[in-house]
């Protein structure tokens, strides 16, 4: 059972410009992280947003708990070469966290 | 020791085979994590362990994998007897506590080849 579903799989976009990543599931969640993997290396955690309608700024990115806690966004201001990756959002039920399957991101120079 | 170190980065077993996956936390974490990735999937869940005590394996199957988190020395994921099915990447995190707003520090992975 996949609880949670991100889109776009797969994104490529030009240096400078703007984008948003979703994270949605039928299930609530206590908690939501989104991480960011690179090739051959572990994921690093980004942000937890704890609260639903939580907001939280982390230089160009933006992050949003949806108000019910069942989805959250990802949007990246003037995307740059460094932000190429894999980003994950995990959702929290209880011991432990569930990713979803990602979103590839590249951005061309 | 900086971050959660696993080893070894790269394992290549023949089938039938035993692996052995070590995963040594951060200073100062306690809880430990198992995950597993293929490739275009996203990271599944196996296994949660606290020093001496699995909380949760509800994601590891049933036969040929264990797990375990001694007093002292590093947490093992061990897979007995290898198909090809478990070639994948083994991704070990650990956290300070069990509350859900902690976040996870991963380690670089130990790769899986059985062939």
């Known amino acids: 059972t996949q609880l949670l579903e991100q889109s776009p799989q797969f994104l490529s976009i030009q240096e400078g410009e703007n984008l948003t990543v979703y994270c949605n599931s039928s299930s609530v969640f206590s908690s939501l992280q989104w991480y960011r993997q690179e090739p051959g290396e572990g994921p690093v955690l980004l942000v937890t947003?704890?609260?639903?309608?939580e907001v939280k700024k982390l230089k160009r990115l933006t992050f949003q708990f949806g108000d019910a806690r069942k989805d959250s966004s990802l949007h990246i201001t003037a995307a740059q070469p460094g932000d190429t990756g894999l980003y994950l959002c995990a959702g929290n039920t209880g011991n432990q966290f569930y990713f979803g399957t990602g979103t590839s991101l590249t951005v061309i120079p | 020791n900086a971050g959660v170190m696993q080893n070894p980065r790269h394992l290549v077993r023949r089938r039938g085979q035993e692996a052995r996956l070590r995963c040594s936390p951060m200073k100062g974490h306690s809880h430990v994590y198992w995950y597993r990735q293929l490739p275009e999937e996203g990271l599944k869940f196996m296994v949660y362990l606290q020093k001496e005590n699995i909380i949760d394996e509800s994601g590891m199957p049933k036969e040929r994998f264990s797990a375990e988190f001694p007093k002292e020395g590093p947490s093992i994921l061990r897979i007995q007897q290898v198909v090809r099915g478990d070639s994948a990447a083994y991704f070990c995190a650990s956290s300070p506590g069990a509350r859900p707003n902690y976040g996870y520090t991963f380690g670089s992975g130990t790769r899986l080849t059985v062939v």
């Open positions: 947003v704890v609260t639903g309608g």
